[in-house]
């Protein structure tokens, strides 16, 4: 039975996933893996009791397909084994996704932000290989911060948010600078569906940005970062640099052939954003989105109207982004120039106790522009319903990251040859 504290030295499992798998590269062929994603569920998902279920999953596998399994520091799993097909490990797959069917992730197959990774390393040994070197990489970083991480734990023990200081905004600053936040940066597409009725989602765009949930379990995990609004502003201005600093590094694919960030306004007129500008967007075939908070657009108004006009001229779209069904009534999409308002999806925007409050909502959406609106943070076919009710065409948010996995699913099954049955013997003989 493998224990996951059992190493004295936390990188020691990742120096031992990269030197077996550089062995490999002479004789890589019939080895397959699969990189579990555990880190990405919720906290309570990922105590030491729930790591080793998971690991032991998989013990019965590394005897009979002569497999390797490693918990990273970081909780993942990745298993590693040699002449057997992806069909023959998916088994256990699925028993974790059962064990761990209360976590959202389990559920989430999408490849960008779901519960696992397949890789063939007949075909796919330089990209396996680099994420190895990757995963070496950070977990001596971590290392090397072992105190503070020591500290995080027993905040993260506490469980009691703390609101965020001048201090601890510093201390986040730090980390945020020299950290590597990839693991962060979500992906996500907006999607509309085809006409004519049809279930079929077409991406139109995918948004990146950093999960601040994520980010705050892993390096705060006790500290409310929004408490304060100018603080959580000053830490998000950071985050853009690195965001875009991300994006001029980084060869990334999207769903379709534009994407959106997230920023604020003051970042726009910075040097990492005219890096970006030169390095990205005038290499861009499709278009590339700013989104912008609305409470960070109307309490810089001014710098807004100053620069909306320039980047229009310059090819760039404007979202105004974390609307809610409130604030439509007062946010004129057209008088800001704005191409799209995006909407945030809440449960009771169904309750007929609190429906009227949204009966002026179809006229809103009608005036903003049917076509121009987006609902996000979609999480059920509920969202989709009433969005839809509404003529509101795009949607975001992860029921949406399921359907469009499920369909990409759908279509790598239909184009898989089928096998032909073998031949009954005819003289009791085995056929060959």
Same mark, same amino acid.
Request: with cysteine; charged share 30%; proline share 3%.
């Given at each position: 039975?493998?224990?996951?504290?059992?190493?004295?030295?936390?990188?020691?499992?990742?120096?031992?996933?990269?030197?077996?798998?550089?062995?490999?590269?002479?004789?890589?062929? /019939? &080895?397959?893996?699969? &990189?579990? &994603?555990?880190?990405?569920?919720?906290?309570?998902?990922?105590?030491?009791?729930?790591? !080793?279920?998971?690991?032991?999953?998989?013990?019965?596998?590394?005897?009979?397909?002569?497999?390797?399994?490693?918990?990273?520091?970081? @909780?993942?799993?990745?298993?590693?084994?040699?002449?057997?097909?992806?069909?023959?490990?998916?088994?256990?797959?699925?028993?974790?996704?059962?064990? #761990?069917?209360?976590?959202?992730?389990?559920?989430?197959?999408?490849?960008?932000? /779901?519960?696992?990774?397949?890789?063939?390393?007949?075909?796919?040994?330089?990209?396996?290989? $680099? $994420?190895?070197?990757?995963?070496?990489?950070?977990?001596?970083?971590?290392?090397? @911060?072992?105190?503070? *991480?020591?500290? +995080?734990?027993?905040?993260?023990?506490?469980?009691? $948010?703390?609101?965020?200081?001048?201090?601890?905004?510093?201390?986040?600053?730090?980390?945020?600078?020299?950290?590597?936040?990839?693991?962060?940066?979500?992906?996500?597409?907006?999607?509309?569906?085809?006409? =004519?009725?049809?279930?079929?989602?077409?991406?139109?765009?995918?948004?990146? #940005?950093?999960?601040?949930?994520?980010?705050?379990?892993?390096?705060?995990?006790? +500290?409310?970062?929004?408490?304060?609004?100018?603080?959580?502003?000053?830490?998000?201005?950071?985050?853009?640099?690195?965001? $875009?600093?991300?994006?001029?590094?980084?060869?990334?694919?999207?769903?379709?052939?534009?994407?959106?960030?997230?920023?604020?306004?003051?970042?726009?007129?910075?040097?990492?954003?005219?890096?970006?500008?030169?390095?990205?967007?005038?290499?861009?075939?499709?278009?590339?989105?700013?989104?912008?908070?609305?409470?960070?657009?109307?309490?810089?108004?001014?710098?807004?109207?100053?620069?909306?006009?320039? #980047?229009?001229?310059?090819?760039?779209?404007?979202?105004?982004?974390?609307?809610?069904?409130?604030?439509?009534?007062?946010?004129?999409?057209?008088?800001?120039?704005?191409?799209?308002?995006?909407?945030?999806?809440?449960?009771?925007?169904?309750?007929?106790?609190?429906?009227?409050?949204?009966?002026?909502?179809?006229?809103?959406?009608?005036?903003? /522009? *049917?076509?121009?609106?987006?609902?996000?943070?979609?999480?059920?076919?509920?969202?989709?319903?009433?969005?839809?009710?509404?003529?509101?065409?795009?949607?975001? =948010? !992860?029921?949406?990251?399921?359907?469009?996995?499920?369909?990409?699913?759908?279509?790598?099954?239909?184009?898989?040859?089928?096998?032909?049955?073998?031949?009954?013997?005819?003289?009791?003989?085995?056929?060959?």
């Amino acid at each position: 039975m493998i224990e996951p504290q059992q190493y004295g030295q936390q990188a020691l499992q990742e120096y031992l996933l990269l030197d077996y798998v550089q062995r490999l590269e002479t004789r890589k062929y /019939g &080895h397959r893996a699969v &990189h579990i &994603h555990l880190s990405r569920m919720k906290p309570f998902h990922r105590r030491d009791y729930h790591i !080793r279920v998971a690991t032991n999953t998989f013990e019965s596998y590394v005897k009979l397909y002569v497999g390797r399994i490693f918990v990273l520091t970081n @909780s993942d799993l990745i298993f590693v084994w040699k002449d057997k097909s992806i069909a023959d490990v998916e088994p256990a797959v699925d028993t974790l996704r059962y064990l #761990f069917r209360d976590d959202p992730l389990s559920q989430d197959e999408s490849e960008e932000t /779901g519960f696992c990774t397949w890789y063939n390393l007949n075909t796919e040994f330089q990209e396996f290989l $680099l $994420l190895c070197q990757h995963l070496d990489e950070r977990a001596k970083k971590l290392q090397k @911060s072992s105190n503070m *991480r020591t500290a +995080i734990q027993r905040e993260k023990d506490n469980n009691v $948010l703390n609101p965020i200081t001048a201090e601890n905004l510093a201390e986040l600053e730090e980390t945020i600078h020299t950290a590597d936040l990839s693991e962060h940066i979500r992906q996500q597409p907006v999607c509309v569906f085809a006409h =004519g009725g049809s279930k079929e989602l077409h991406p139109v765009f995918d948004e990146f #940005f950093v999960s601040i949930a994520d980010l705050r379990n892993a390096l705060m995990p006790n +500290i409310d970062l929004a408490s304060n609004r100018w603080l959580f502003q000053h830490m998000t201005e950071t985050l853009d640099k690195r965001m $875009l600093n991300y994006l001029c590094k980084r060869t990334f694919k999207t769903h379709a052939s534009s994407f959106s960030i997230n920023l604020n306004l003051g970042t726009l007129t910075s040097r990492d954003f005219d890096k970006f500008d030169e390095t990205v967007r005038r290499n861009w075939k499709g278009n590339v989105i700013i989104e912008l908070n609305q409470v960070d657009l109307f309490s810089n108004l001014e710098t807004y109207l100053s620069v909306r006009d320039d #980047f229009h001229e310059r090819g760039y779209r404007i979202l105004v982004d974390n609307l809610t069904v409130e604030a439509l009534s007062f946010v004129d999409r057209k008088r800001l120039k704005a191409d799209f308002i995006k909407v945030a999806w809440r449960e009771e925007m169904t309750d007929n106790v609190i429906r009227k409050k949204y009966s002026e909502m179809d006229s809103l959406v009608k005036n903003s /522009g *049917r076509e121009r609106v987006i609902l996000c943070r979609c999480d059920s076919p509920t969202a989709i319903k009433f969005g839809q009710s509404l003529g509101i065409t795009l949607f975001q =948010g !992860r029921y949406i990251d399921n359907m469009i996995a499920r369909q990409r699913r759908a279509k790598r099954d239909a184009k898989k040859p089928v096998k032909p049955a073998p031949n009954k013997p005819t003289d009791g003989k085995p056929t060959r």
